[in-house]
């Protein structure tokens, strides 16, 4: 009797603000994956919640038919307990969850997927809650004593609202940058360049989290590092973003895709070997697993590399800058895929294997 192929199930969609980046995220990771070694299932979210199989995808995927740029969330409604639980009981399961934003990227999900004892991609609940929220994120990297830029954190209901413009302005000085603590995809962020327009920012970043970052305006280079692996991760060659717009932004990102990415970044030896070990360190600080890409700015004249962010499910798109960058170090989009399941095995193998007796 054959092996079993090993079952991926795909998570994509999602409740957050960023359920559309999912989709194409999504679609272009099933077109990758190698048939041969998979059963693909596609499973997505939907913005109230419902889990759906996508049947449709599923049929495509079996007769070679071309996959749409983004799937749809639609299908047969599944019972996430019994269609991720159950069957992994019969057949070998990974999951891989593509749900950028909170209850996805956030430690949510990964918590539901360890309680179901599922091996998964990606990082932890802890390192997931962590990067996620970019206010936790920043506490850390300074204990680490990783560099970043200067910022403010504003807490909704906790911090005086009537203060709060005034202090950023003289702490950071302008144009500030304004992000909700809890989101990606540069959704939510506003450059401000003056008191009135800072006021707005923070209220239209009130619309996804309670918790709003902000951050100097820094005037450098905007430079990424892929990162795979767990307690001795790999780094790939650094790539750098020269904005189409006034700043990275959504729809410079998704819509008119006017930024140009440089891979690999125009850098000297000494200073691509400093973001790549940069990157590794902010990787293990975070307990990250798996994949991360990890974002700096660049100041050649000023303070040298500075932390932005770290994103624990990046892009996955075959234009996104973290496949790519694997591509240029070396690892093809299915080799990158292989991988990371790879990883995942071996993370929930550690994971289930520690005592349970006291």
Known sequence: MPTPL??????????????????????????????????????????DGTWLRNDKAIAALTDGTPLPDALDVAGTVVDPLTELAAHAADTPTVVLPLLHGPHGEDGTIQGMLELFKLPYVGAGVLSSALCMDKAMAKVVAAQAGIPQCRWLEFRDGVDDPNTIVADAVGQLGLPIFVK??????????????????????????????????????????????????????ETSVPGEIEPGSEFYDYEDKYITGAAKLVIPAPLSEEATAQVRELASKTFTAMRCTGMARVDFFYEESGRGWLLNEVNTIPGFTPGSMYPKLWEATGISYPDLIDQLVTFALGVHRRRVGFSTEH
């Not at 409740?15 to 499973?43: F, N």
């Not at 506003?190 to 996804?208: C, Q």
């Open 6 to 47: 090993l079952r991926l199930v795909v998570l994509f969609g999602g409740v957050s603000a960023e359920h559309d980046v999912s989709r194409v995220t999504a679609a272009h990771v099933l077109a990758a994956a190698d048939r041969g070694k998979y059963e693909l299932v596609p499973i997505g979210i939907a913005k």
């Open 180 to 233: 909700p603590a809890n989101l990606g995809s540069s959704v939510g962020i506003t450059k401000a360049h003056d008191e009135a327009e800072l006021d707005t920012a923070i209220n239209v970043a009130l619309r996804y989290d309670n918790v709003v970052i902000l951050e100097e305006a820094v005037t450098g280079r905007e430079v990424e590092v892929a990162v795979l692996g767990d307690t001795a991760p």
